[in-house]
């Protein structure tokens, strides 16, 4: 079993709805949370990281972490055809460098 | 440059050759990171570095695997004896820092190997 699991997709939604993306973990050592935004044939981005339990806002991306359910998520207000991409949740253990990270969530956002 | 640079972007080998694959890092990033990512999947960790020491190799699947950094900048990750299963996309990143500074990793474009 996987540490980090994330179910592949692909969520499909119309234009202006909320994205909502979440990721399961196992290792209560991780701390560091981290979403990352893929487009085809590019690169990871990132998007959001978290610190612990707790939610965080940029502008229309929320990010949350409840480490008592080891459970975090992703949500994308107001979608754009643009946020068409493959999001992938990633985490780090407080003593260390390595990103351990989800499969990823194709979304398609439809104008 | 302005980016993690991976060179080449594609690469198309018979089983059996070893190849080389670099990776330019973003100028003064101390960390950084090789992964593998198949198909549909996520990154998988293979190794990274701090400055040129290497941190941890736990993700390097055998010993037909290993990656040098020399002089704390340029990298290098070499598969020998290559194999039709080692074929994904290859992606290294950079961090400026260490420790919490992997939330702030730069990925590159990745390097496609291919086994033929």
């Known amino acids: 079993q996987k540490e980090v699991e994330q179910d592949p997709g692909p969520l499909s939604v119309p234009e202006g709805a909320i994205v909502s993306l979440n990721c399961t973990y196992s290792?209560?050592?991780?701390?560091?949370f981290m979403w990352y935004r893929q487009y085809s044939r590019k690169g990871p981005e990132l998007l959001m990281y978290?610190?612990?339990?707790g939610n965080k806002e940029d502008g229309r991306f929320t990010a949350q972490v409840d480490k008592s359910s080891k459970y975090i998520s992703l949500f994308i207000r107001d979608s754009q055809p643009s946020d068409s991409a493959t999001y992938l949740c990633?985490?780090?253990?407080?003593?260390?460098?390595?990103?351990?990270f989800g499969g990823g969530t194709r979304v398609l956002v439809k104008p | 440059g302005a980016g993690v640079s991976q060179s080449p972007r594609y690469k198309v080998t018979k089983r059996g050759q070893d190849v080389a694959l670099r990776c330019d890092p973003i100028?003064?990033?101390?960390?950084l990171y090789w992964y593998r990512q198949a198909l549909g999947q996520g990154p998988e960790f293979l190794t990274y570095?701090?400055?040129?020491?290497?941190?941890?190799k736990s993700g390097l699947p055998n010993d037909r695997f290993s990656a040098e950094r020399p002089e704390g900048s340029i990298s290098t990750l070499t598969i020998q004896r290559t194999e039709q299963r080692d074929s994904a996309m290859y992606r290294c990143?950079?961090?400026?820092?260490?420790?919490?500074?992997?939330?702030?990793?730069?990925f590159g474009q990745g390097t496609r190997l291919t086994v033929v």
């Open positions: 100028s003064g990033h101390v960390s």
């Open positions: 290792n209560s050592a991780f701390q560091y």
């Open positions: 990143a950079s961090s400026l820092e260490t420790g919490v500074g992997i939330t702030e990793a730069f």
């Open positions: 990633a985490m780090i253990k407080a003593a260390g460098n390595k990103l351990t």
């Open positions: 978290t610190y612990s339990s």
């Open positions: 570095f701090n400055y040129e020491a290497q941190q941890d």
